[in-house]
C-alpha cells in the first residue's frame, strides 16, 4: 500500500461517521499507534493510554451507553467539561451540524431522525474499532497532561487516515464512564478523557463527504517581527 505523503494526510483528512462492516487488523492498529505515539509530550511525561475495544465488548458498551441515555442517567465523564460553547464558538458549532444533518437529509423538525443522529455518537458511530483514551490519574492536576493527550489523539487520527482509515473524535462515547470502564476493563488509578471512533470509511455513507469549514491563517494567526 502507498503511503500518502503528509500534506495528503492533513489536507485530505475528514472526521468519519460512517463505516463498513469490516474489520480492522489489530497489527494496522499497532502500527497507527506507533506512529502517533512519536507525538510530543511535556518533558517527555507520555502521560497516555490507549484501550482498543472491537467485537463484543464494544457492543455491551454500545448497548450500555444507549440504555442509559434513553433511561435519562445524567453525563458521567471524568475528564474535565467546562462551559457550553457560546458566541463565535457555538457558531462553528452548529454550522458543521447543518452541514451534517444537510448532508444526511435530516430536517429541523425531524425528531426521530435528529435523535437517532445523536445515538449514533454514544454507540461510537457503529465503528468496528473505538479507542479510549486515558491518562494517569497521577497527573490530573496537570494542564500539559490534557495538552499532551490531545496532541498525541490529533496523531492518531492522522496516522489512521495515512492507512486508510477513517475516525472521529468523541465524548458521546465515554459519557456513561462506568459502563466503559466495566467492559474496557480500565484500571482504577487511570482517567478516561475521550474516544476515537475508527474503521474503514464507507464510501457511500453522506456525512463522511462533510468537510468543516476552517479558519484561514490570516484570522487565527499574528506574525510578530517579520519584515
Known sequence: MSVPSYDEVILGRRSIRGYLDKPVP????????????????SMNTQPWHFHVITGEPLDRIRKGNTERILAGEPDSREFRRGEPFAGVHRERQVEVAKQLFGAMGIARDDAPARQDWVLRGFRQFDAPVCVIVTYDRTLSGSDDTAFDCGAVTTALVNAAWSRGLGCVINSQGIMQSPVVREHAGIPDDQVIMKAVAMGWPDPDFPANAVVSLRKSVDEAARFVGFD
Do not use: K
Not at 489489530?26 to 509530550?41: F, K
Open 26 to 41: 489489530g497489527e494496522v492498529i499497532e502500527d497507527i499507534l506507533a506512529l502517533a505515539m512519536r507525538s510530543p509530550s
